[in-house]
């Protein structure tokens, strides 16, 4: 991503409560960080915590090697803070586990309201099936770093 456009990426962006988004947003120079189950882990209690804290209901999310993909259902916060949240506690959760400092997540992100009609299944078996396009498996199943409302994992 360009920085000195990762503004405009905010240009026009509106938060609506109830209303689903899918985020994505990407590791500085798309450095593989989540290939370390530690940091992925880390990763995935933020996005736990948002929806403890009542910001988003989480449709599913995958985390790849260099990129987070979230489908959500706002609640009481603008998106561009529940994201800054994710981002923030994240890195400084990663950082501190892998004894470093610095920046962890690209500026900004990319977000795109669905439509109501909108078939949100649709859209969460597009972003679980990332980690099987990617070639990173074969079968989804066994690529741990994805939750979906819908699947049953056995927990």
């Known amino acids: ?3 000195f456009h990762s503004r405009d990426l905010r240009t026009g962006r509106f938060s609506e409560p109830e209303r689903p988004y899918l985020v994505t947003t ?3 120079h798309r450095t593989p960080v989540f290939s370390e189950i530690t940091a992925a882990r880390l990763l995935a209690k933020e996005l736990r915590d948002a929806e403890e804290a009542g910001c988003v209901s ?3 999310w995958v985390i790849m090697p260099d990129h987070l993909h979230w489908l959500l259902v706002l609640q009481r916060a603008a998106l561009h803070k529940v994201v ?3 981002k923030s506690r994240s890195a400084i959760a990663i950082n501190r586990a892998r004894n470093r400092t610095g920046k962890l997540w690209q500026p900004g992100f990319h977000d ?3 439509r109501r009609n909108e078939d949100i299944k649709r859209v969460a078996r597009y972003v679980i099936a990332n980690p099987l396009r990617a070639g990173l498996v074969s079968d989804i199943n066994d690529y741990p770093l994805w939750e979906a409302v819908w699947a049953d994992r056995g927990n």
């Open 84 to 86: 800054r949240r994710v």
């Open 26 to 28: 990407t590791t500085l």
């Open 112 to 114: 795109r309201a669905l």
């Open 1 to 3: 991503m360009d920085y």
């Open 58 to 60: 989480s449709l599913c």
